[in-house]
């Protein structure tokens, strides 16, 4: 908690000013009192009209005053809460954009998105509470103390006895609802996945007669929270009575006593009406400091997990002197890498060596589950290898800059992610000063002019979020614009000409080996035919490579590759 409020510097100036309102607001508040008492045990008792008349003018004046300070410090504490949860979903906003897939993994986006939305405005509610009865608390409660002694110094023991027990009561619920609210916000991650992946699976949901399944699933979150909160709540709902009973409580004991001391001359009703009041104010401030106690633990519990994004440190990062590899022209090479996914015992490809050229097209071939998108993942850095090196144009990519390396890379994932924005604008993503003509052209060599220009509005037509109003292929076919436009040194096609029929698949790879010309090409693939022609395949089974060289090299040595070919291609294409 305190790790996040030192972000709250830069509003030193307004919570200084807002905090000086309060105290003002208390001063008043304690004020308040002792002049109603001057009125009723002087003026009143005296009989004397012009002495209440200026008393009463006076107090008008004093809560008039109290009732500004009041509203100007509201203003200003809800002015810096709102700031300071705006600064901190931008600064966990900016350190989540520098995180690898690795931390993604460890936190996962559920829980990312709740960290950023509701935990954030817990903290936020909290420091708006927070500013307002942090100085109004204790010095109504202090306050409220010397002027009730003031008062009447002999009835101050009914307060001793009350206040320990005020406070015994406010310590024991925050202490056992802190572990409650903590679940209450894990159950809140829960309900998020499995919304989201209901939202965003919503066709396999359906086309699988699921809704029920997904019904019940959700019920289950829905519940688990339900029944968290109510236990929460239960706890603090059994927490107000019992205030307002010791208050009232209270009450009758001062009255009850006081009037004993009114009946033996030693006291008078005046002062008797302030004492009551005056005891009041100090139990209200400790019941204000109950509410705060009855936030604390749920926003302590929401800065905890904010904290742990912040505390997350990227496992990628830049070396402190980065290497500029720029005598080549993106020649890359894996020498024995081996990797494993966080959390899983077993690497999912281990060993692979293999070289990648200028000039020349790299083709990655194996069955589902082979490890080939791991592979190119490794490329960009967006895993490190738990062995071996990787390198490009003779330096180790570990050692390079990672914008300087994902600039020299075009990289097609094998889920082409598209954006809500015009069908030009997600081609430009590849490089935004791009002209008019080098996206159409980058357009032309994926093959997609045809239906782009088909569309309603041609290259200002909208891709849907998630790219839903285009088919598999042709959102393939713009990511492969976006990396053309690029003109990156190397291409990274993982598994992108799948989805395309034999025909574009084909059209498309003549087009590419004329505009890549230079650049080094990896493409992974499934189908024979996309790889026959490369220079080099690379040949995968179960996280090995188990042979590499050529279509023809490969036939003739047989095994895997063999294969794979017979079952994909008929007698007189073999031969
Ligand atoms: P391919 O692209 O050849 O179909 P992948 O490289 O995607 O294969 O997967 C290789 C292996 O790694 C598979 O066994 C898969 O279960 C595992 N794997 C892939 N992605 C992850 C991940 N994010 N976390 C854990 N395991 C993964
Ligand atoms: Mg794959």
């Not at 239960?234 to 004991?253: H, Q």
Request: aromatic letters at 6%; proline letters at 3%; one cysteine or more.
């Amino acid at each position: 908690m305190l790790k996040l409020f030192r972000n709250l510097k830069p509003f030193a100036l307004p919570i200084a000013v807002a905090l000086a309102m309060v105290f003002a607001q208390a001063l008043a508040d304690l004020y308040l009192p002792t002049l109603m008492s001057d009125i009723v045990d002087t003026g009143i008792v005296k009989g004397d009209t012009a002495y209440i008349l200026r008393i009463g003018g006076w107090m008008l004046l004093v809560a008039a005053g109290g009732v500004v300070c009041a509203v100007v410090a509201s203003w200003l504490s809800a002015r810096v809460g709102m700031g300071f949860g705006r600064d901190l979903r931008r600064k966990v906003f900016a350190h989540v954009e520098r995180f690898s897939l690795h931390e993604f993994d460890t936190i996962g986006t559920p829980s990312l998105i709740t960290r950023t939305t509701n935990d954030i405005t817990q903290v936020q509610m909290f420091t708006m509470m927070m500013l307002r009865m942090m100085v109004m608390s204790p010095v109504m409660a202090v306050g409220g103390v010397i002027m009730a002694v003031q008062k009447d110094a002999k009835l101050t023991w009914v307060l001793v006895v009350v206040i320990p027990l005020v406070a015994a009561i406010v310590g024991i619920t925050a202490s056992r609802a802190l572990p409650l609210f903590r679940t209450v916000q894990a159950k809140i991650d829960r309900i998020n996945l499995v919304l989201r992946e209901n939202l965003t699976g919503v066709r396999v949901v359906r086309a699988f007669n699921r809704i029920e399944h997904e019904k019940r699933r959700f019920d289950a979150a829905n519940l688990e929270l339900t029944e968290v909160s109510i236990r929460v709540n239960k706890l603090m709902a059994l927490m107000m009575p019992l205030m307002m009973l010791i208050l009232n409580l209270t009450t009758v004991a001062i009255v009850w006593f006081g009037a004993k001391r009114i009946d033996l001359g030693e006291m008078q009703v005046g002062s008797l009406m302030a004492f009551i009041q005056y005891a009041m104010q100090i139990l209200f401030s400790l019941l204000m400091v109950s509410f705060l106690f009855i936030m604390l633990p749920r926003a302590s519990a929401s800065a905890q997990r904010i904290n742990e994004v912040f505390d997350l440190q990227p496992q990628i990062s830049d070396p402190a002197a980065p290497r500029r590899a720029d005598h080549e022209r993106g020649h890359i090479e894996l020498r024995d890498v081996t990797f494993a996914y966080p959390g899983s015992a077993e690497p999912a490809v281990r060993d692979i060596s293999f070289d990648a050229r200028p000039g020349e097209v790299t083709a990655i071939i194996g069955g589902t589950g082979s490890g080939k998108s791991t592979i190119v993942n490794l490329i960009p850095r967006f895993y490190d290898p738990a062995a071996g090196a990787i390198l490009v144009d003779g330096v180790d990519i570990r050692e390079m800059a990672q914008e300087d390396l994902r600039n020299r890379i075009g990289f097609i994932p094998q889920k082409a992610v598209l954006f809500n924005d015009t069908i030009a604008a997600n081609i430009r993503w590849g490089r935004d000063e791009a002209t008019d003509e080098e996206v159409a052209h980058a357009a032309d060599i994926a093959q997609a002019t045809e239906f782009i220009l088909a569309m309603s509005e041609g290259f200002q037509s909208v891709v849907a979020q998630g790219g839903t109003n285009l088919s598999g292929g042709q959102k393939q076919r713009l990511a492969i614009a976006r990396a053309l436009v690029r003109r990156p040194e190397i291409y990274v096609f993982d598994d992108t000409f799948s989805a395309l029929d034999f025909k574009t698949d084909a059209r498309l790879r003549a087009a590419l080996r004329r505009e890549t010309g230079e650049a080094t090409v990896i493409i992974v693939a499934q189908r024979v035919n996309t790889v026959m022609d490369a220079d080099r395949i690379v040949v995968l089974d179960d996280g090995r490579v188990v042979g590499t060289g050529t279509h023809r090299e490969l036939l003739r040595s047989g095994g895997v590759y063999r294969e794979i070919v017979s079952s994909q291609l008929s007698e007189e294409e073999l031969a």
